[in-house]
């Protein structure tokens, strides 16, 4: 099978219409995927996608284009039977890199490729990608991670004893997973752009499907994000657990007196206090803020921030994201790191695809790496799954395990016609009026 | 005077012809810019640049793009007169954010737009950038910069007294600046690509011109690395300052066995020992090489990474870019933290146009931020002057100080045309050939 070419869309949600997804720092977002194909000289075709919040996808989408040679020509096989050589050329262009490096547009459009290719990988054996991952060896999936910068945390042979010690049981775990599925927590209650009376509806509404934990957004100001946070916590009741994410809001200092504002809400985390790229920032937070644990990395760029996050004991939670990341294979590095550093994985998920996409990583993660499941929540928002071949299937609060082939993130033909950016339907209006 | 329209080029060298430029990481690259005029109703108009090496320059081209609508239409003084919030604006959009944030292709394009802007405004008062900078007011610098994320590092009222300590003995050290430049050391004598007979050369022609500072590249096989360091020590003699520079290619074990096996040849500093992102990896390398100093700053993206690696005392000279780094007002960030830590800074420099930039930034630290010269140069690379209307003066391995107006980004008429790519007439044969 060959890859005989890579086409990139840019695909937009017009979100920001009813403030879906807002928070004090993402006023206005529009969700948004550069999305890629993968067209093969046999079926299937590989799917992937990054995602953003619209302006900005252009950039992606050309970044994508840039990629799209490592790919074009080559052969299917070959490319998974060396996944490590893959992401290396894909991440370590000795030209590429220096609009990074591993960081940026550039890695995330690497991610988008990466993850198709993963799809194609997963297809071609007709496995949803959690089983894929899960029925490689120790061995198969040492050699799919790049080390390079994080062998003072993790070496290759460490990472081989912990996939073979964390073999046992796996059989039992995916039985239990197949018929209990993966728990989660939900986002979609608490945006910032949302009325009270819609808050407290969501919250209630939540609650009766089964609902246990719940996250706010906080970092807007400090008497409102208080009110909010009542809100809020009388709707759920006590006995659940209340996230809050402050989206990069704080500096350091703030972020301390801030959280300690609202501990009398007993907030289960505390997520992205401060910017991104702060792990000492992150780690004065936590120990101030403890036993509020500080939980961040949906913006953790790359392995080498969530080692020194990791390293640096600034956070309780470790929340991959599927496409900032540089796709599965940096996933598999920080999961490694995680499970070795013992910090449970909460993955990022919500905007568009995020669901469907770390459903796999973090049942991949239960399986083969930490072998873990307590304490551990995949995001869910509820929010675009319709566009989506093979959408997320949700059963009172838990993840069901997807049964098809791949990674999830094809879109059906009609969603891409419709939100393909400018020129979709959802968009000609707007266009119109500009 | 208002901005009327933002045009962006995608200029390129053939430099990996002659593998000028090669390092460990960087094997052949083509020395880049994407290049950003700003046009005004009235001349003078605007010029930035943020330096790439080839392949990526579409990428940044295309976010400078992207960037474009918040200068176009835009008076120029109202920019002037509030430059914390035109560079707000330009890296904090809630939507484009996502793909940095302040990070990547994104920060890069912005770095181009920010410095154009300062070009304008150097341009518009008639002096060069950095008498520009030396003349503005303590409080008027303060609000040039955006302290977000570095308060628990340098707040506002802090920032104020220290350039108000700085300020007594200016004129002094500019007459002195005026007379004497500022130092600077040599890189171009040690490209990983060039061979023996052209690095001896190289290192004796440069010390007839003066030079006292030598930077040879490292990182390579390690018996080769040991030879070479040999050859350019003989050829500079004991006397004589040799810097190292690692271009990111070791992990932290690595690297800090690497430089001890290179101590003999007594290294200044040992540069980029490994990954940008791993503030924590330098911290460890800086205590186990010590006293060799550790150095690095062109890849560390913004100033919340320079902050931490002050607070981690990971660095003993801070390498500031002047565009990967968000333009002029996060270098002033970046040299206020640096004084306050008492960190020499030693810009970056080389690939194209870098020399013309940092000059400005290293006058304008001694004239009213550190007030100190001593153990500071700044990097030289003898490449690709002859393209700018304002080049940089050597003399005697000191920078003259720069007396045209503006940032000294603008390149000549000639040299666009000959190296737009790819329809420049350089990159013809090569488009032709491929």
């Not at 996933?331 to 669901?355: D, E, N, T």
């Not at 995949?378 to 959408?391: A, K, Q, S």
Request: glycine content about 8%; proline content about 5%; charged content about 25%.
């Amino acid at each position: 099978m060959k890859i005989v070419d890579v086409d990139v869309l840019d695909v937009r949600f017009p979100t920001s219409r009813t403030l879906d997804g807002s928070d004090a720092v993402h006023l206005d977002p529009d969700y948004s995927a550069a999305y890629v194909v993968l067209r093969t000289d046999h079926r299937p075709d590989g799917h992937g996608l990054t995602f953003t919040i619209g302006r900005g996808t252009e950039v992606v989408v050309e970044a994508v284009r840039s990629l799209a040679p490592f790919l074009r020509g080559r052969d299917a096989e070959e490319l998974f039977g060396d996944m490590r050589a893959f992401w290396r050329q894909i991440v370590g262009d000795s030209q590429l890199r220096w609009i990074g490096p591993e960081k940026g547009a550039i890695h995330l459009a690497g991610a988008a490729i990466v993850n198709a290719v993963w799809d194609l990988y997963a297809k071609t054996r007709d496995k949803p990608l959690w089983k894929l991952l899960a029925d490689m060896t120790p061995r198969q999936l040492v050699d799919a991670v790049d080390f390079t910068y994080i062998t003072d945390a993790i070496n290759p042979d460490e990472a081989l004893d912990l996939l073979t010690a964390a073999a046992p049981g796996r059989q039992e775990r995916e039985a239990q997973l197949r018929a209990e599925g993966y728990p989660a927590y939900v986002t979609s209650v608490g945006w910032m752009g949302y009325d009270d009376a819609k808050v407290e509806r969501l919250c209630h509404e939540a609650r009766a499907e089964g609902w246990t934990s719940f996250k706010m957004k906080v970092g807007g100001d400090p008497a409102e994000d208080a009110r909010r946070a009542a809100l809020i916590r009388g709707a759920i009741g006590d006995e659940h657990r209340l996230m809050m994410d402050a989206n990069q809001r704080w500096d350091v200092d703030e972020a301390i007196a801030r959280v300690h504002a609202l501990a009398g809400f007993d907030p289960f985390w505390i997520e992205e206090p401060t910017s991104p790229d702060d792990v000492l920032g992150h780690a004065t937070i936590a120990r101030a803020v403890a036993p509020i644990a500080v939980a961040t990395g949906e913006h953790a760029h790359n392995r080498v921030m969530f080692k020194q996050l990791m390293q640096a004991d600034a956070i309780g939670f470790c929340q991959i994201d599927s496409c900032r990341l540089g796709g599965v294979n940096e996933v598999i590095a920080v999961l490694l790191m995680a499970a070795k550093f013992g910090i449970p994985v909460c993955p990022h998920a919500g905007g568009v695809g995020l669901c469907e996409l770390v459903q796999h990583l973090s049942m991949f993660d239960y399986l083969a790496v930490s072998g873990a499941i307590d304490g551990r929540v995949i995001e869910y928002v509820d929010h675009l799954h319709e566009h989506f071949v093979d959408p997320v299937v949700i059963e009172a609060g838990r993840y069901r395990a997807p049964l098809r082939p791949g990674f999830s993130a094809e879109m059906t033909p009609e969603t891409l016609a419709a939100h393909l950016f400018p020129d979709g339907a959802v968009w000609a209006p707007q266009a119109t009026r500009a």
